[in-house]
C-alpha cells in the first residue's frame, strides 16, 4: 500500500479509535459487582494477546531473538497500557466522576504532543496548536455540560490519583512506541505488548482474587472480558498503533479529545443517558479541532 493509501485509511482510524474505546466506558459501568478491575484487565488483554498471537505467530517466531533482546520494552510498554491504562481506570471509576475522568484524559494529548515535539522531534504547526486548543475547548464544554463555572467545583477523591496515573501512562504508551521503533508489524507488537502486559497482571489478579470482596467468576464476568477484549482491547490499540506508525504520535493522540464525545453518545443509546444541546456544540469544536492537527 502506497503512503497517500495508507494515510488516507490511518485517518480514518482516528475517527474509528474513539468509538471503539466508548465500550471501555460501557463496561466500567456494568463491572462493579460483576468482575475485579485486574481480573478484567488481565482477561481483556489475554484474550486480545492469544489472538493477535495467533495470527502472527509465523513472525513472532522469526523475530523471536529480535524479541528476547529487548523484552524489558515489551513489559514496560504492558505494564504503562494494558495494567495502568486498564486495571487502574477501573479501579478509578469507582470513586471518581465522569467529569473528572474526561478532564483529567483530556489533558493526555497534550502530554503526548509535547513529549513527541520535545524528544522525538516531530513537527507541530501553529493551525495544529490552534486545534488542540480549540478540540480542547470542546471537550471541556461536554464534560462540564457547557457550565464552565463548574471548572472551580471539581472535587478531587483517590480516584483522580488512579485517573492522573493512567492519563500519564498512555502518554509514556504512545511516546515510547515510537522512541523504541520495532521491526515487528502492528500485529505482532501488540501480541508482544500484551504478553508483557499479562506479566504485569497476574500477580495482581492473584492477590485481588483473595480479597473478601473480589465477586465470584460468571458468565456476566466473561462477557464484560469478552467485549473488552475485542472492542476497546484488541481493535482500538492494533489500530491505534498502526496510524501512529503513519501518522506520528502527536496526530494520533487527537482521538483521546473524541473519547468523552463517543462516551456521551454511548452512554445516551444505551444506558438511557441524556444528551444535551452541550454536547452538539462540543461537537462543533472538537471535530474541527481534529481536523486541524490531523491534517497535513
Known amino acids: 500500500m502506497q503512503r497517500p493509501e495508507q494515510e488516507r485509511w490511518a485517518l480514518l482510524g482516528l475517527w474509528l479509535i474513539p468509538a471503539l474505546w466508548a465500550v471501555n466506558f460501557i463496561v466500567a459501568r456494568w463491572a462493579p459487582g460483576v468482575v475485579a478491575p485486574y481480573a478484567l ?6 484474550i486480545a494477546g492469544v489472538l493477535l498471537g495467533a495470527v502472527a505467530r509465523q513472525e513472532l517466531w522469526a523475530q523471536r531473538r529480535a524479541i528476547l533482546a529487548v523484552w524489558h520494552q515489551y513489559v514496560v510498554l504492558g505494564f504503562c497500557g494494558m495494567l495502568v491504562c486498564g486495571a487502574w481506570v477501573y479501579l478509578g471509576a469507582r470513586t471518581t466522576g465522569a467529569m473528572n475522568i474526561s478532564l483529567i484524559y483530556a489533558a493526555s494529548p497534550v502530554l ?28 471541556v464544554h461536554v464534560v462540564v455540560q457547557g ?19 493512567a492519563m500519564v501512562a498512555w502518554a509514556a504508551y504512545a511516546l515510547l512506541q515510537k522512541l523504541w521503533p520495532s521491526p515487528l508489524g502492528s500485529t505482532a507488537r501488540l501480541a508482544a505488548i500484551c504478553a508483557g502486559g499479562v506479566l504485569t497482571l497476574i500477580p495482581c489478579a492473584v492477590w485481588e482474587a483473595q480479597l473478601p470482596e473480589t465477586p465470584a467468576w460468571s458468565w456476566a464476568a466473561t462477557g464484560l472480558v469478552v467485549a473488552a477484549a475485542l472492542f476497546p ?29 463517543y462516551a456521551a453518545l454511548a452512554a445516551w443509546g444505551v444506558l438511557g443517558e441524556p444528551l444535551g444541546v452541550h454536547h452538539l456544540v462540543g461537537a462543533a469544536l472538537i471535530l474541527p479541532g481534529v481536523y486541524w492537527v490531523s491534517r497535513r
Open 147 to 165: 457550565q464552565w463555572l463548574a471548572l472551580g467545583q471539581v472535587q478531587w477523591v483517590v480516584g483522580d490519583a488512579w485517573i492522573v496515573a
Open 233 to 261: 482491547g484488541l481493535a482500538a490499540y492494533w489500530i491505534y498503533g498502526a496510524a501512529q506508525k503513519v501518522l506520528g504520535a502527536s496526530r494520533v493522540a487527537v482521538t483521546l479529545y473524541l473519547g468523552p464525545l
Open 112 to 139: 503526548i504532543a509535547l513529549g513527541a515535539v520535545l524528544w522525538l522531534g516531530e513537527r507541530f504547526r501553529w493551525t495544529q496548536v490552534a486545534g488542540v486548543v480549540v478540540a480542547l475547548a470542546g471537550v
Open 41 to 46: 484487565a488481565l482477561g481483556r488483554w489475554a
